[in-house]
């Protein structure tokens, strides 16, 4: 799931940092711009349908990256908002594959935290709750939330090493500030992403035929 949210996290930036070198800026730029836009976009993007693979991915069996794709387009739904947003689900669907093999192993998921740069548009949850059919959290130090939580293990670590007994529980809860926004699934919501996603699914099983027709014949 790493390696999915790698490669998908880059194809998203690479786009809007696109977009954003469109009007003059960065990928900062981009993103102010795009993000509204892509919480506006409808869940099934237009009709556009997204491949993210920058890199190659074996996770899904993709063995040669270079091949992210958009497809669909036509000259209705080419907008920012609907690439940018089937390239989060592209990202959101490979991790939602990996999810799958990991139920069928006896660990299904039952909440999400959200983590990272997208947590700048908080609303982001709601898209991805309903896209897992999960609750989604997300805390307050969300944006640095890996390196936060990093951080209070090596320090749980530290003080267990010394010689205190609090577990881990209240020990988490001893460094807990603020309130969590949590994001519900909706159902009609759910229902559509679902649509997409089960395309999604079968547009990856062409991607062997994508990989052979671009490759190099030198």
Same mark, same amino acid.
């Given at each position: 799931?790493?390696?999915?949210?790698?490669?998908?996290?880059?194809?998203?930036?690479?786009?809007?940092?696109?977009?954003?070198? &469109?009007? +003059?800026?960065? #990928?900062?730029?981009?993103?102010?711009? /795009?993000?509204?836009?892509?919480?506006? $976009? *409808? %869940?099934?993007?237009?009709?556009?349908?997204?491949?993210?693979?920058?890199?190659?991915?074996? &996770?899904? +069996?993709?063995? #040669?990256?270079?091949?992210?794709?958009? /497809?669909?387009?036509?000259?209705?739904? $080419? *907008? %920012?908002?609907?690439?940018?947003?089937?390239?989060?689900?592209a990202t959101a669907f490979n991790l939602?594959? +990996?999810?799958?093999?990991?139920?069928?192993?006896?660990?299904?998921?039952?909440?999400?935290?959200?983590?990272?740069?997208?947590?700048?548009?908080?609303?982001?949850?709601?898209?991805?709750?309903?896209?897992?059919?999960?609750?989604?959290?997300?805390?307050?130090?969300?944006?640095?939330?890996?390196?936060?939580?990093?951080?209070?293990?090596?320090?749980?670590?530290?003080?267990?090493?010394?010689?205190?007994?609090?577990?881990?529980?209240?020990?988490?809860?001893?460094?807990?500030?603020?309130?969590?926004?949590?994001?519900?699934?909706?159902?009609?919501?759910?229902?559509?992403?679902?649509?997409?996603?089960?395309?999604?699914?079968?547009?990856?099983?062409?991607?062997?035929?994508?990989?052979k027709a671009t490759v190099n014949d030198?």
């Amino acid at each position: 799931n790493i390696a999915c949210l790698r490669n998908g996290t880059t194809f998203m930036n690479t786009i809007v940092e696109m977009f954003g070198q &469109a009007i +003059g800026g960065d #990928r900062s730029a981009g993103f102010a711009a /795009v993000m509204p836009q892509v919480l506006k $976009a *409808t %869940p099934d993007c237009g009709g556009l349908h997204a491949l993210p693979f920058m890199d190659d991915e074996p &996770a899904v +069996g993709v063995e #040669r990256g270079g091949t992210a794709t958009i /497809v669909g387009l036509n000259s209705d739904n $080419a *907008t %920012p908002g609907n690439v940018a947003k089937a390239a989060l689900l592209a990202t959101a669907f490979n991790l939602r594959i +990996g999810c799958e093999v990991l139920e069928t192993q006896g660990y299904p998921r039952t909440e999400m935290l959200l983590s990272g740069g997208l947590t700048k548009t908080p609303k982001v949850g709601q898209i991805l709750a309903d896209v897992y059919r999960t609750p989604v959290t997300l805390l307050e130090s969300a944006e640095e939330g890996t390196a936060w939580g990093a951080a209070l293990l090596a320090k749980f670590c530290h003080q267990s090493r010394l010689g205190d007994t609090m577990n881990w529980g209240d020990f988490l809860s001893s460094h807990a500030s603020g309130s969590p926004v949590r994001f519900e699934p909706n159902e009609m919501a759910a229902s559509q992403y679902d649509a997409m996603y089960n395309r999604y699914r079968r547009l990856l099983d062409l991607h062997e035929g994508l990989q052979k027709a671009t490759v190099n014949d030198n």
